[in-house]
C-alpha cells in the first residue's frame, strides 16, 4: 500500500486532538469519527488517549477498508470499529454498537484528499472525469442525473444557494439548451460550458466553474442536510464534558456549525426576564472561541488547510428535556423530508447499511 501519509494531511491535528484529549481521559472512553476517511486524525486521538476506543464512521467504502489498513499497521486495531454508514444514521450506528452516550463526536467535513485525486470520481474541475461526485460510490444519484434531470429553476437554486455563483440563471439556462442537444457528460464539458457563460470581466479569482462544481458535489451528497440532522443527534448522546468539534470548509457548512453551536451558548429566554431560569441557562461551553483558522506554514505544507474553520462545544450540563426533544425533531427533519428523491434512495439504503454497523473494519 501507497504511504497514504503523503496523500492525506489531517488539517489541524494538533488542535483537534489538544481539543478531544480532555474529555477522553478515563477507561473505556468512546469517540466518533463521523469522517474517518483515511484516518489521520483518528489515529491521532488514539495514539494520544491510550484509554480511548474510536468508532470511524465514513460513506466511503474504499476510505474504510485504507483506514483499517492503517489502524492495523499503527497497532490500533483493537481500540477501533470501522462503519459503513452515512453520519446522518448516527444514533442508528451507536444504538447497533450499543453505546448509549459518547465522549467525543468529531468531523472533519468535505472529501478526503484522495476523494479529490481520484480522477474518474469527477470532483475536479481541473480534470476530466465523468461527471459523478459520489462520496458514496454505492449510491445510484449522481452529478450527470442533477444536470440531465433538473428543471433550470431547480438548478439556479443550488448554484446560488450552495455555490453562491452570481451566473445561477444563465448557466442553469446554458445547461438546459446543451442537454437537449447531447447530454453533460464529463467535467470537462461542464467547465467549458461555465468559461462560455460567466463574462470575463466579471470573474472572481480562480476557476469560474469553481461554485458550480461544489454546488453539485453537496447536492449530490446531500451534504449539508445531512450535517444539519446529525449535529442535533450528536448533541442527545454526548455525555455531560462530552466534546463537539468540527472542521468545516466553506461558509455554508461553518454557518451551519454555527448557528448549531450557538444555540446551546446563549441563554435561551427573552432579554427582559428577571430571572433566568435554570432550565433555560446555556448547555453548552464554548471550546475554541470562534474558529481557529490554518496559519500560514500549514497552509504552505497543505493548501487543502487554507479555508478550514475549526469549532468546538462541549455540553456543560444534562440537556434540558425540551432541547432533548427539539433536537429529536430536527435530527428527523433529515433525508425523508427534503424534496429531492436522492434523499429517498438514501434513507431506503439505511437497512442496507446498517448491516455493516459494528462491522469490524
Ligand atoms: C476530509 S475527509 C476526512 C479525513 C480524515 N480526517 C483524515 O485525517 O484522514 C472527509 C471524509 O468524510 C467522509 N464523509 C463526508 N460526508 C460524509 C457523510 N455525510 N457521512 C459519512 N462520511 C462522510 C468522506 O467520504 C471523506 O472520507
Not at 62 to 91: Q, Y
Not at 163 to 178: D, K, L, M, T
Request: hydrophobic share 35%; proline share 5%; aromatic share 6%.
Amino acid at each position: 500500500m501507497a504511504d497514504l501519509s503523503t496523500i492525506h494531511q489531517p488539517v489541524l491535528v494538533r488542535e483537534c486532538v489538544d481539543l478531544v484529549t480532555p474529555a477522553l481521559n478515563r477507561p473505556d472512553a468512546v469517540v466518533v469519527d463521523c469522517t474517518l476517511g483515511l484516518a489521520g486524525h483518528a489515529i491521532a486521538f488514539l495514539q494520544a488517549a491510550p484509554q480511548a476506543r474510536l468508532v470511524g464512521i465514513d460513506r466511503d467504502e474504499e476510505a474504510l477498508g485504507m483506514a483499517a489498513e492503517r489502524m492495523k499497521r499503527a497497532g490500533l486495531a483493537k481500540r477501533f470499529v470501522g462503519v459503513h454508514a452515512a453520519f446522518d444514521e448516527f444514533s442508528t450506528v451507536l444504538d447497533g454498537l450499543e453505546l448509549n452516550r459518547v465522549d467525543v463526536a468529531f468531523m472533519d467535513l468535505g472529501l478526503s484528499s484522495l476523494q479529490i485525486d481520484e480522477t474518474d470520481r469527477g470532483f475536479s474541475y481541473s480534470r476530466d472525469a465523468p461527471l459523478d461526485m459520489r462520496m458514496d460510490t454505492t449510491q445510484d444519484f449522481d452529478a450527470a442525473q442533477i444536470l440531465s434531470q433538473y428543471s433550470e429553476s431547480e438548478l439556479t437554486r443550488i448554484f446560488r444557494e450552495y455555490g453562491q455563483e452570481r451566473f445561477s440563471r444563465p448557466i442553469a439556462r446554458a445547461i438546459v439548451r446543451r442537454r437537449a442537444i447531447e447530454p453533460l457528460k464529463t467535467s470537462r464539458q461542464l467547465s467549458e460550458l461555465v468559461d462560455q457563460v460567466v463574462p470575463k470581466s466579471h470573474r472572481a479569482k480562480g476557476n469560474p466553474a469553481k461554485r458550480v462544481f461544489q454546488a453539485l458535489r453537496i447536492e449530490v451528497n446531500g451534504e449539508l442536510d445531512k450535517l444539519k440532522c446529525t449535529l442535533p443527534q450528536i448533541a442527545n448522546r454526548l455525555s455531560v464534558g462530552g466534546r463537539l468539534v468540527v472542521e468545516s470548509y466553506h461558509s455554508l457548512e461553518d454557518r451551519t456549525v454555527k448557528t448549531f453551536m450557538a444555540q446551546g451558548l446563549n441563554v435561551d429566554v427573552p432579554a427582559d426576564l428577571p430571572v433566568i431560569p435554570d432550565d433555560a441557562q446555556p448547555f453548552f461551553e464554548e471550546l475554541t472561541r470562534g474558529a481557529i483558522k490554518a496559519d500560514e506554514s500549514e497552509i504552505e505544507r497543505n493548501s487543502r488547510s487554507a479555508p478550514v474553520r475549526l469549532r468546538g462545544v462541549s455540553l456543560s450540563r444534562e440537556l434540558p428535556e425540551h432541547w432533548r426533544d427539539r433536537f429529536d425533531r430536527s435530527a428527523e427533519g433529515g433525508p425523508q423530508t427534503t424534496q429531492h428523491s436522492h434523499r429517498k434512495h438514501d434513507a431506503e439504503k439505511k437497512n442496507d447499511n446498517n448491516n455493516h454497523t459494528g462491522r469490524r473494519a
